[in-house]
């Protein structure tokens, strides 16, 4: 097993390489900024998606809703572009809550941030697969099994450290990001020279009647909502500026910057290419896939333009396996989370954190079957809540400080709060019925556990806290009894037998037995190795061993008063992993049912086998 570890992960790393563990700006664009940018391959065809409830005659419509997220991501941008410069140490949203709004906002935003990044696996490799099985519709049967196999290979090469695996990703993230935009100039450059063909204004303004109701109205709202997908992944620079090499907050801000313009630049470009050449979505050929068509044609270009594509989608996951293990680990430092997700591992990556982000997404990956329109309306909820928490902790902050407030900035952050929170409140209404309840829900169970957590750890400091009284023994202490749970008389028992002897004088070894032959031959043979040890022996006619070995602990256990009582188990250990599969495990499975006994020591003594 552990061959097999290092030859997955890697040989462990020292301590004192965590600080050459850090990353260029060009590969922190890749790592951080793959969710965001990647989004593109379908941020488009949620908006259309939606709109189609209407009727393709409002399609146009898609353009003015994707200028009015570049114009929400430009605003964002400049808020958290502070966020940064104000808290260096990471943690985004979470962080400025937790020092500026109260514990209970903290953990909100924390729980929000979980959820978005778990949810982001789950879209993109989703997303990925349906790339993948648009170009190879033979592969549809095999989509759910396909996407966890990707999953378990971010997994491992996450848990190979954050250079290995930003090198890794860094060059599928640029070439992605080079084939789009020539996807754009080629197809722009179609456009001109066929002309407009798709969906317009002019031609289809009697859907204007549509938005004279209420329906019309909140089903624009909705495709708008959907098209936010396109700005989940923005807040992770700001939860990973640890990750940048020194200056760190200068770094984060200028990579965020570039991954804004390209964001905006590529969203805008495929929606208004998808409304130029009239695409509509289709069941088995995403929008993305039916333009690179249009503009390659059925040509090589177009299946490497897929290939690339599912590539991304894959990688775009890894924005969430650089976030997800940092924000967690900051969470559990302050003990709402089990502590072990604050630990480094042999690569000096949170493993923990990694491996609990693998297996929270294929849970959702296989209950949703891979779809990835199923999982979108789950999806922007909790980004946008952590959006306008992180914002209005910033705005409590500039607030409080007694130098002289820029006003210009505060005015950008005032903005992005007030929108932010708007989009929530579309997004959660539009989505509710869909599965945004679902998150909706999750949030406040997410932070009553992490309340339980935190009090867990609270009740343990106070209960193992040393006081005056402990600097002296309140009581003598007392040899105690041992019991020695026997299957035979051997090498193992022994051992076992000789250790005893040196902790106590009140010795008892137990075994039981199925007929009075077996009872026979372990005395006879006990007596001759140990007479000077009381053997007890239990007849189990039904032939089970864990029951009367637990009621006869119990029976000396009251007998004793409170007296000290070690259970002393020999436990043989075989050389070879696949071994154990050819014994029963007795020892490990009592111990299991003793270790909550308050007043009984449970004792492995271990016997190691040649061969």
Same mark, same amino acid.
């Given at each position: 097993?552990?061959?097999?570890?290092?030859?997955?992960?890697?040989?462990?790393?020292?301590?004192?390489?965590?600080?050459?563990?850090?990353?260029?700006?060009?590969?922190?664009?890749?790592?951080?900024?793959?969710?965001?940018?990647?989004?593109?391959?379908?941020?488009?065809?949620?908006?259309?998606?939606?709109?189609?409830?209407?009727?393709?005659?409002?399609?146009?419509?898609?353009?003015?809703?994707?200028?009015?997220?570049?114009?929400?991501?430009?605003?964002?941008?400049?808020?958290?572009? +502070?966020?940064?410069?104000?808290?260096?140490?990471?943690?985004?949203?979470?962080?400025?809550?937790?020092?500026?709004?109260?514990?209970?906002?903290?953990? $909100?935003?924390?729980?929000?941030?979980?959820?978005?990044?778990?949810?982001?696996?789950? /879209?993109?490799?989703?997303?990925?697969?349906?790339?993948?099985?648009?170009?190879?519709?033979?592969?549809?049967?095999?989509? $759910?099994?396909?996407?966890?196999?990707?999953?378990?290979?971010?997994?491992?090469?996450?848990?190979?450290?954050?250079?290995?695996?930003?090198?890794?990703?860094?060059?599928?993230?640029?070439?992605?990001?080079?084939?789009?935009?020539?996807? !754009?100039?080629?197809?722009?450059?179609?456009?001109?020279?066929?002309?407009?063909?798709?969906?317009?204004?002019?031609?289809?303004?009697?859907?204007? &009647?549509?938005?004279?109701?209420?329906?019309?109205?909140?089903?624009?709202?909705?495709?708008?909502?959907?098209?936010?997908?396109?700005?989940?992944?923005?807040?992770?620079?700001?939860?990973?500026?640890?990750?940048?090499?020194?200056?760190?907050?200068?770094?984060? $801000?200028?990579?965020?910057?570039?991954?804004?313009?390209?964001?905006?630049?590529?969203? @805008?470009? !495929?929606?208004?290419?998808?409304?130029?050449?009239? /695409?509509?979505?289709?069941?088995?050929?995403?929008?993305?896939?039916?333009?690179?068509?249009?503009?390659?044609?059925?040509?090589?270009?177009?299946?490497?333009?897929?290939?690339?594509?599912?590539?991304?989608?894959?990688?775009?996951?890894?924005?969430?396996?650089?976030?997800?293990? +940092?924000?967690?680990?900051?969470?559990?430092?302050?003990?709402?989370?089990?502590?072990?997700?604050?630990?480094?591992?042999?690569?000096?990556?949170?493993?923990?954190?990694?491996?609990?982000?693998?297996?929270?997404?294929?849970?959702?990956?296989?209950?949703?079957?891979?779809?990835?329109?199923?999982?979108?309306?789950?999806?922007?909820?909790?980004?946008?809540?952590?959006?306008?928490?992180?914002?209005?902790?910033? !705005?409590?902050?500039?607030?409080?400080?007694?130098?002289?407030?820029?006003?210009?900035?505060?005015?950008?952050?005032?903005?992005?709060?007030?929108?932010?929170?708007?989009?929530?409140?579309?997004?959660?209404?539009?989505?509710?019925?869909?599965?945004?309840?679902?998150?909706?829900?999750?949030?406040? @169970?997410?932070?009553?556990?992490?309340?339980?957590?935190?009090?867990?750890?609270?009740?343990?400091?106070?209960?193992?806290?040393?006081?005056?009284?402990?600097?002296?023994?309140?009581?003598?202490?007392?040899?105690?009894?041992?019991?020695?749970?026997?299957?035979?008389?051997?090498?193992? /028992?022994?051992?076992?037998?000789?250790?005893?002897?040196?902790?106590?004088?009140?010795?008892?070894?137990?075994?039981?037995?199925?007929?009075?032959?077996?009872?026979?031959?372990?005395?006879?043979?006990?007596?001759?190795?140990?007479?000077?040890?009381?053997?007890?022996?239990?007849?189990?006619?039904?032939?089970?061993?864990?029951?009367?070995?637990?009621?006869?602990?119990?029976?000396?256990?009251?007998?004793?008063?409170?007296?000290?009582?070690?259970?002393?188990?020999?436990?043989?250990?075989?050389?070879?992993?696949? &071994?154990?599969?050819?014994?029963? +495990?007795?020892?490990?499975?009592?111990?299991?049912?003793?270790?909550?006994?308050?007043?009984?020591?449970?004792?492995?003594?271990?016997?190691?086998?040649?061969?």
């Amino acid at each position: 097993m552990a061959y097999l570890k290092r030859l997955l992960i890697g040989s462990p790393m020292e301590t004192k390489r965590l600080k050459h563990e850090k990353l260029p700006k060009w590969k922190a664009l890749a790592v951080f900024s793959s969710d965001a940018l990647s989004s593109v391959a379908y941020a488009t065809e949620e908006i259309l998606l939606v709109l189609m409830l209407l009727g393709t005659s409002v399609f146009f419509y898609s353009l003015p809703i994707a200028l009015a997220i570049v114009g929400l991501l430009v605003i964002v941008t400049l808020s958290y572009r +502070q966020i940064i410069y104000a808290f260096p140490s990471g943690g985004g949203a979470y962080v400025v809550a937790r020092d500026h709004l109260s514990t209970r906002t903290s953990l $909100v935003a924390g729980a929000a941030l979980m959820i978005d990044y778990v949810l982001t696996v789950a /879209v993109s490799i989703s997303s990925a697969v349906a790339a993948l099985t648009s170009a190879f519709p033979t592969l549809l049967t095999w989509k $759910v099994e396909i996407a966890i196999a990707l999953v378990l290979v971010l997994m491992i090469l996450n848990l190979r450290g954050i250079t290995e695996s930003a090198t890794v990703f860094a060059y599928p993230t640029y070439l992605f990001i080079i084939s789009v935009l020539f996807l !754009i100039i080629v197809g722009g450059w179609k456009l001109f020279n066929e002309g407009w063909h798709g969906f317009n204004y002019v031609n289809h303004a009697s859907a204007e &009647h549509f938005f004279t109701t209420g329906y019309g109205v909140f089903i624009l709202l909705r495709a708008f909502s959907s098209g936010c997908s396109a700005m989940t992944g923005v807040e992770a620079i700001s939860n990973g500026v640890p990750s940048f090499k020194p200056d760190s907050s200068k770094n984060a $801000v200028i990579t965020m910057g570039w991954m804004s313009l390209l964001l905006g630049t590529m969203f @805008l470009g !495929i929606t208004i290419l998808a409304a130029g050449f009239g /695409v509509t979505p289709l069941e088995h050929k995403t929008v993305i896939s039916q333009i690179g068509n249009h503009v390659f044609g059925n040509s090589v270009l177009f299946y490497i333009f897929q290939m690339i594509t599912m590539l991304i989608l894959v990688l775009a996951a890894n924005t969430s396996f650089a976030g997800f293990p +940092q924000l967690v680990s900051i969470i559990a430092t302050d003990g709402y989370l089990p502590r072990s997700l604050a630990a480094r591992g042999d690569r000096l990556v949170f493993s923990n954190g990694i491996i609990l982000l693998s297996f929270l997404a294929i849970v959702l990956i296989i209950v949703f079957h891979g779809e990835t329109h199923s999982l979108i309306p789950l999806y922007a909820v909790g980004v946008f809540l952590s959006f306008t928490i992180g914002q209005y902790g910033m !705005i409590k902050k500039i607030w409080k400080e007694k130098t002289k407030r820029n006003v210009a900035i505060l005015s950008i952050i005032i903005t992005g709060t007030t929108v932010t929170g708007l989009v929530t409140i579309i997004t959660v209404i539009a989505k509710f019925t869909q599965g945004a309840w679902l998150v909706i829900v999750a949030i406040p @169970l997410m932070v009553v556990l992490f309340y339980k957590i935190h009090a867990h750890y609270e009740k343990l400091a106070q209960q193992l806290k040393l006081d005056e009284s402990d600097r002296t023994i309140k009581k003598e202490l007392v040899a105690p009894k041992v019991i020695i749970p026997i299957s035979g008389v051997s090498k193992i /028992v022994a051992q076992s037998v000789q250790y005893a002897k040196s902790i106590s004088d009140d010795i008892t070894a137990i075994t039981i037995v199925f007929t009075e032959e077996e009872e026979h031959k372990i005395r006879e043979k006990w007596l001759k190795w140990y007479p000077e040890i009381e053997l007890k022996v239990i007849y189990s006619p039904y032939r089970t061993i864990l029951s009367p070995l637990l009621d006869y602990i119990n029976e000396v256990e009251k007998e004793t008063k409170g007296a000290p009582v070690t259970i002393l188990m020999p436990q043989f250990i075989v050389k070879k992993w696949w &071994h154990a599969l050819l014994h029963n +495990q007795t020892a490990t499975i009592l111990r299991f049912f003793l270790i909550l006994k308050k007043d009984i020591v449970i004792t492995t003594l271990p016997y190691h086998l040649k061969e």
